[in-house]
């Protein structure tokens, strides 16, 4: 049997400053599981970041809607207006940094046309795109210049915005695309190799995670097929990256920061479509996955030390979903026996004590993104958080003390919220101005989040595609195909309203920080006996407290939550309402750690 040879593509708009873990992940699996399959991954988001400068390019991939625009520009002359209104509306109006559409369309499609469209095409037996949030218009620009330019190559979709119906649909609708991958890629993608070798995938029972056409046209394979064992997985591949990373004139000095998954899926999420069980209400990033794996505690620390010597960078990107609790620790420990001063981005949930905390920010751990999302305890339940506020507030006090950013936000306007979880938000809001701001987020509907998954619930109707789809996608795309992000009718305009109040506040406490200096504004320094309080809110000056003897223990004692049962038995010469009293009045005065 003769070599293979696939060629993988990653379309803008990832972030240039990270390889692609999709397309690294599938061809370290292939070289070790197929190796005489000849894997090809190209990344022509690097050449459009480098054409239009890094901080541009990375400007206009963290917006969704405003990414998306570019590409449908050129795959929709006809509807060139309502693609620049929505441009100019989703990328802020007048003064908008991100320059003129038309000409930067028209730059990117001279650079495709130049270097990408000019690749030996009918030398690959397969090609193959990774599509996820931001890179739909942009793939099938490239998917149908492809099958334009080459009508007999053979084309497989796969990632975040293929699963399921997501997938089902663009195969329905898009007779350019020949295969789709819906959910976990590896598996898959060997049995679709080895059909295709074998001249055919007719009759094919095993294709679990796979669709296809038939002879008669009609749309075959579904399930899912994933790896059991993520022991088993090899160490992403990024050296095409660093190769093309290589070729760009302007981003020589670029140090990227590694995309790593220690685990995939989430143990927390329990639900499936019609029915009950636990798992954020607004969340739909496990649609690829089934269930919850990670890897050996191990077998992360030796991938690190690998890739870091290998490329050169001491920067890392966990991209888990959520890191598993039982084994944080010692994993971080692991890491940081490694002795490399590693900075590490990850994703932690406001239930992470200060123990692991403390690990990981000795392991290299600068910045997290946490799942606060919610100060009120009404919401969180609403929700389905399984946390608290007080887990929440406390997190935040130790990112602060631990020297660690953190990148987490606060979720307005979800739909049944009321008046009351406004009051709660805003009082809570109060106890965490000392603290790095939240970013405020509008409520979205997501594909198969539980919301959407039970409208009724949440008292909303007639879910469908975002309206925006249907000025970006040609013809009746925006409404045929099953897409992620969607729209609905419900109390959108009245929660809009009532949350105004909380994003004031969280402007409000955003400028505060961004005016604070180096120095925190709640501090406290020990002097053994005796304990002083900082606090430093707004232009004022300082205000100073100083707690002495019992006083002082007691607020060291709660470095961590406690109850007030737990006082007690720590300070049991003291009685529950003296214990009360003294907690209230530092609740009073905002400065409680408890």
Sequence with gaps: MGSFRLGLFSMPWPLANRPSIQLATLKGYLNRYAPDVEVECHHPYLDVANLLGIKTYNRLAERTWVAEAVYAYLLNPDKGRKIMALWQREGGGKGDPTGDLEELARSINRLHGSKHLALPWSTYDLVGLSISLSQLTSSLYLIWKIRALHP????????????????????????????????????????????????????ETECLGLLWRDSRGEIRGGGIQQISDLRKLPIPDYDHYFRDLGQQSAMGTLVPALPLETSRGCWWHRARPGAGGRACRFCNLNLQWEGYRRKGLGQVAREMETLASRHGSLRFFFVDNILNPPTTQGMFQRIAALGRSFEIFTEVRASVTRRQLLAMRRAGVTQVQIGVESLSPRLLKKLNKGTTVIQNIEVMKHCEELGIQHHSNLILGFPGSDGDDV???LENLTFVMPY????????????NSPVALDPERFGIRRVANHPNYGILLPGSLGTSLCLMIKTYVGDRRRQHQLWRPVARAVADWQRLHGRRGREPLLGFRDGGDFLLIRKRLGDSEP??????????????FCEERQTLGELHRQFPRFSLDRLQAFISDLVRRKETRC
Excluded: M
């Design 152 to 203: 007999h190559c053979r084309i497989v979709v796969g990632g975040s915005n293929c699963s399921g119906e997501l997938g089902g649909s663009l195969l329905a609708h898009i007779p350019e695309i020949d295969f789709v991958v819906s959910g976990e890629g590896e598996l898959p993608l060997l049995d679709l190799i080895r059909g295709l070798r074998r001249g055919s995938l007719e009759g």
């Design 423 to 425: 009051a709660e938000t």
């Design 436 to 447: 790095q701001p939240l970013r405020k987020v509008r409520f979205w509907l997501g594909q």
């Design 543 to 556: 205000e100073t407290y100083r707690l002495r003897g019992a006083s002082r223990d007691i607020y060291r």
